[in-house]
């Protein structure tokens, strides 16, 4: 998440920006917020490059996320346009979660594709601005990640799941049975033929 905060002056803001700015400068801040100063607003003008940051807190979705620290391999290229600033790239990452079938441990790279246009200004209700030349790429990076995740993870798609009866792993013993089953019209006296003499 993108904080405000003072900075000395440097070449980046967190670990991924880029840039010049004065010392002391009151700037929002983080491994995922970007100088575009450098872009100077040039029409055409852009810069590309590669970075591996560690992933925010609660990124993904409740079932199958990318775990907070882990690394987020992401190569971007920022573009200046008339109107503002072209984000273009992907983010990689590791995430891992439990098949929502039986419940085992599931884990899968993938890849979030994303392309963001942060405007100069006036920016409505559902677009992204640029805050005194900075970018947050956070949001953008969320969105895409989500995107890329399923909704429902699944260890295997011919995963069976769990036996309703025992809870037991129909894939670690394809023939499990409880016998057959008995008609409910029955059950009253297989409780009566079953209970226990006193």
Not at 41 to 46: C, N
Not at 68 to 95: F, Q
Not at 121 to 139: C, I
Request: hydrophobic share 40%; proline share 8%; aromatic share 6%.
């Amino acid at each position: 998440m993108a904080v405000r905060g003072t900075i000395d002056a440097g070449p980046f803001v967190g670990r991924g920006s880029f840039g010049a700015f004065d010392e002391g400068l009151d700037v929002i801040s983080g491994p995922f917020v970007f100088d575009t100063q450098v872009l100077r607003r040039r029409v055409g003008t852009e810069k590309s490059f590669e970075l591996v940051l560690d992933a925010p807190a609660d990124l993904g979705l409740p079932v199958f996320g990318v775990p907070e620290g882990s690394p987020v391999e992401l190569e971007l290229r920022l573009e200046a346009l008339m109107e503002g600033v072209l984000a273009t790239g992907t983010a990689s990452v590791h995430a891992v979660g439990e098949c929502v079938r039986c419940l085992r441990d599931v884990e899968e790279d993938f890849d979030g594709d994303f392309q963001e246009l942060y405007l100069y200004e006036d920016a409505g209700e559902d677009e992204l601005a640029l805050e005194d030349e900075y970018l947050d790429l956070e949001p953008v990076l969320r969105d895409a990640v989500v995107l890329a995740l399923p909704h429902n993870p699944l260890c295997d798609p011919e995963c069976p799941g769990l036996c309703p009866e025992c809870g037991a792993r129909l894939a670690d013993d394809p023939d499990h049975t409880h016998g057959d089953a008995i008609d409910p019209r029955w059950s009253t006296l297989t409780q009566l033929t079953e209970r226990p003499e006193e």
